[in-house]
């Protein structure tokens, strides 16, 4: 019998994978190698001899090709273990709600933890479906261990239909996408295939091809610190200075608590204060990479701005690259994103495509060489108390997978 994707993500949502930004071993946790390990041990009783973890607990694993298909261009799915380190991940208590009415869903182990139709548009979709929640106290984990469940089933279904054809398939989980490491040691080269889909969505449709190009600037004022008895006419305060720069930043717009869509925002989000030396971190967002410079320009003229203020103060900057919008490589591989829409129509669901607001493994993937779109699979109120997601979104994400194989297969025939 094969295991249902909802009983597959049931078990991996069990297991603590909790991300941890201060730790400095790869994975940043012990728990996700745990999860890795099991998936490694699955794949293996699926059949799947080349299954294995690297020493980083990177997972690769290959779904070969059908016979006579061994020409068709490799294709990946790719989901992360771990979870948010803002949230609670131990002991999660997934409880399925089934025939779901459209009630307020009460959360046992805190009665504040409601999940109300009203505020979640997305459950009227999900009417008659069986909705799965955590029990009040931690996230839940679908993401992105839906994405996991759900390439997993997909494994699974093809090895069992070999009726169906498909080129090579490759599977690849990876640890700590959550503290933004998840890109970090994945070996393209190693994966061997020409494009990749990550499996950590929303709602059924989400395909996002899209993401912000990030930056990070570092703007740090020197001031002149001395006993502030005996400070007439010497001190400047670098605390000062920092507080005139913020108040010059823009306020109805560029900021991220007043956009939304495509455009972009500086965003101070961090301050080290001090008379001597003060310094803060801005982020600079836009979704055209030449926007991020003239972010960067407006931020080094209101630096230079609030010292002329107090010209005895100084300036530096120091400018780190984040990631890029993953679309300047994705526009030169339409094929890519062209099939995940076919795909998604052929399950019988319209494409919803829309810009990220952040960046994916898959930005700085497909800049390491493996252009990787991202896919729904059924994520809800992720890092949240409130997170759900849904047994019949789970499996239209199974399907999709299946579907894109076939969709890359019948192409590679045709051209
Ligand atoms: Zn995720």
Same mark, same amino acid.
């Not at 940043?28 to 294995?52: E, F, Y």
């Not at 990946?76 to 399925?96: C, K, Q, R, Y």
């Not at 400047?236 to 823009?250: E, G, Q, R, W, Y």
């Not at 062209?338 to 019988?348: L, M, N, S």
């Given at each position: *019998?094969?295991?249902? #994707?909802?009983?597959?993500?049931l ?15 790869? =994975? $940043? ?5 745990t ?24 997972? *690769? ?43 307020? @869903? ?8 409601? @999940? ?8 009227a979709?999900?009417?008659?479906d069986?909705?799965?929640t955590?029990? /009040?106290s931690?996230?839940l ?5 839906? /994405?996991?469940?759900?390439? *997993? ?16 398939? &490759? ?8 503290? /933004? ?19 950590? /969505? ?28 005996y400070?007439?006419? &010497? ?21 991220p ?8 925002? #500086?965003?101070?989000?961090q ?35 609030? #010292? ?8 530096s ?8 919008? *993953? ?6 591989? =339409?094929?890519?994103?062209? &099939? ?6 052929r ?17 700085? @993937?497909?800049?390491?060489? @493996? ?30 997978? #299946? ?10 025939? $045709?051209?």
């Amino acid at each position: *019998m094969p295991t249902s #994707v909802l009983d597959r993500f049931l078990r991996y949502v069990r297991l603590d994978t909790r991300a941890d930004e201060r730790s400095q071993t790869v =994975p $940043s946790t012990p728990g996700q190698l745990t999860l890795l390990a099991l998936l490694v041990d699955q794949l293996k009783a699926l059949g799947i001899t080349d299954a294995a973890m690297d020493e980083r607990g990177y997972v *690769m694993a290959t779904v070969p090709a059908t016979p006579g298909r061994a020409a068709v261009p490799a294709i990946g799915f790719l989901a992360h273990v771990d979870t948010s380190p803002e949230m609670a991940g131990a002991n999660v208590v997934p409880i399925v709600h089934e025939g779901y009415d459209g009630r307020d @869903l009460v959360l046992p182990d805190d009665p504040t933890a409601v @999940l109300r139709a009203a505020d979640n548009p997305a459950l009227a979709a999900c009417l008659g479906d069986d909705i799965v929640t955590a029990s /009040g106290s931690t996230l839940l984990g679908a993401d992105d261990k839906a /994405g996991v469940a759900a390439i *997993m089933a997909a494994a699974e279904y093809l090895l069992r239909h070999p009726e169906i054809a498909h080129g090579p398939i &490759r599977i690849g989980f990876t640890p700590d996408e959550e503290i /933004g490491r998840g890109a970090d040691h994945f070996d393209v080269a190693a994966f061997g295939a020409v494009c990749a889909y990550t499996l950590d /969505g929303g709602g059924p449709g989400e395909l996002e091809y899209e993401s912000f190009s990030a930056d990070a600037i570092t703007v740090t004022f020197i001031g002149f610190n001395t006993h502030p008895g005996y400070a007439k006419g &010497r001190m400047v305060n670098a605390i000062k200075i920092a507080a005139d720069f913020i108040t010059s930043l823009p306020k109805d717009a560029l900021s991220p608590e007043r956009t939304d869509g495509y455009d972009g925002y #500086v965003h101070p989000y961090q301050m080290d204060a001090g008379v001597d030396r003060t310094s803060v971190r801005i982020l600079l967002r836009d979704f055209v990479t030449s926007g991020l410079t003239e972010k960067r320009a407006l931020i080094e003229r209101l630096a230079h701005e609030a #010292v002329a203020r107090e010209p005895r103060a100084s300036v530096s900057f120091a400018l780190e690259e984040s990631y890029r919008n *993953m679309r300047e490589v994705l526009d030169q591989t =339409p094929d890519v994103i062209d &099939r995940a829409r076919r795909a998604i129509r052929r399950i019988g669901i319209e494409p919803i495509e829309k810009p990220i607001r952040g960046g994916t493994d898959g930005s700085r @993937l497909s800049f390491m060489g @493996l252009p990787t779109p991202n896919l729904f699979t059924g994520e809800h109120n992720f890092h949240s108390r409130l997170e759900w997601t849904s047994r019949r979104e789970l499996e239209l994400a199974v399907a999709a997978i #299946v579907e894109l194989c076939c969709v890359w297969e019948e192409d590679a025939r $045709s051209s």
